[in-house]
């Protein structure tokens, strides 16, 4: 209080109209200290009213933008801000322009958040409430044309699975879920969830718990992905042969990719190769590829372990191409047949998740040739040790794999 007696006293003293012969002396000045005091008082009251206009537009500015008229919104922010420029930083948004308390208004609109967390309830609360002759879904506009809201539930949902497809391709069933409310309630239907876990995970999902619904279950519920590809980079270091003056011996980079696309029938394809994605992933789209000679083909299948890890096993094979004997090549001598063999790899990868994709990587765990004499029927296993060749296999999304729909779900 005295510090702003005194400021009061010594800005009284500065003003243009007071000179140093016109002061009283010490004694008297605390009468003098009156007139100061209310002029600070009247310029604290004109901050505070300044302060709380800027309030005002500020909010109704808020109110405003809430409404969507961004153009009205701005003129009131600028002229908040003219009046006090940090105006934002000093709000604490519990009044509003009309009375309404805005604090209040957000936390009723948080209550009614909370209330729209299960979409699906509620769109189908809304569809229950109105007339029997509304449909699923309507136009906006007065169209001349058959709208897709006059066909039956039964269509709707077909046309629903051939989106799904046979390459479970629920991406774009999301997609689809996003045009209206009705198309919502559709893509959220529990059977079409159900069959694709079916189709994932087969008589291991019979059951629903620990999970709240079948979509929840294929989200969170470990698996392989369709919609691209597992792909893998490796490099290494290869010596040469040395130079016929022994002065110095080359060294040679070698670079080469792993692939593997896994099918929702439980078929996989697996193929190593120099060249690069760019060239190759175009051509995995489907089993039947020109790469027939250097893919192998087999099956896989999701194992739970004990440690809660989630691991794919495969066999996969070469196709087998029966080869002409040329019978003149040995017309003059006697052949000795080369036994038969089958080849088989059985792979082993652990199934994780990195960044913010799931089930997007595969890090090697076990590899292992198995040779099987035809004559015989004996199995020789050759099993590889797993090093810093092994690199893992990360997904990659693919858009051309669900470009198309080759039959429904």
Not at 105 to 130: G, H, I, P, Y
Not at 204 to 218: D, G, H, I, Q, T
């Amino acid at each position: 209080a005295e510090l702003q007696m005194f400021r009061a006293q010594w800005m009284f003293e500065l003003a243009p109209g007071v000179s140093s012969s016109a002061l009283e002396p010490l004694p008297c000045r605390a009468s003098s200290r009156g007139p100061g005091v209310k002029s600070v008082d009247a310029r604290g009251k004109q901050e505070i009213a300044k302060e709380e206009k800027a309030k005002e537009l500020f909010l109704k500015a808020v109110e405003e933008e809430r409404n969507g008229a961004l153009y009205e919104a701005i003129k009131f922010y600028r002229l908040a801000m003219q009046l006090v420029p940090d105006i934002e930083f000093k709000i604490t948004y519990t009044r509003s322009p009309d009375g309404d308390g805005v604090g209040k208004r957000c936390v009723e609109d948080n209550k009614e958040e909370d209330k729209m967390a299960d979409l699906l309830s509620d769109f189908q609360q809304q569809l229950t409430l109105q007339e029997s002759s509304v449909k699923l879904c309507q136009p906006e506009v007065d169209v001349s044309q058959t709208h897709i809201s006059a066909l039956p539930m039964e269509v709707l949902m077909y046309i629903f699975r051939w989106v799904v497809s046979s390459d479970l391709d629920l991406r774009s069933l999301e997609q689809l879920s996003l045009v209206c409310r009705g198309f919502y309630i559709c893509a959220r239907d529990p059977e079409i969830w159900h069959q694709v876990c079916l189709k994932i995970w087969g008589r291991s999902c019979n059951k629903l718990v620990p999970y709240a619904s079948w979509r929840e279950m294929f989200l969170e519920r470990p698996r392989v992905r369709f919609d691209g590809v597992y792909v893998s980079k490796t490099k290494y270091i290869r010596q040469g042969e040395q130079s016929l003056d022994g002065f110095y011996r080359a060294w040679h980079q070698v670079e080469y990719y792993r692939y593997l696309r896994f099918f929702p029938d439980g078929q996989v394809m697996m193929l190593t190769t120099p060249e690069d994605p760019q060239s190759i992933v175009p051509r995995l789209r489907t089993k039947n590829t020109r790469l027939t000679d250097a893919i192998l083909l087999g099956h896989y299948r999701l194992s739970q372990e004990t440690d809660n890890q989630t691991k794919v096993f495969a066999v996969i094979m070469k196709k087998k191409e029966e080869k002409p004997v040329d019978y003149h090549k040995y017309r003059y001598f006697r052949r000795v047949p080369a036994q038969e063999t089958d080849h088989s790899f059985h792979v082993g990868l652990q199934l994780c998740s990195s960044g913010r994709q799931t089930f997007n990587k595969l890090v090697w765990i076990h590899h292992s040739c198995h040779i099987t004499y035809r004559s015989t029927g004996e199995t020789a296993v050759t099993t590889f040790d797993i090093d810093k060749m092994y690199t893992p296999l990360f997904f990659a999304r693919v858009k051309s794999f669900t470009a198309f729909s080759e039959k429904p779900l």
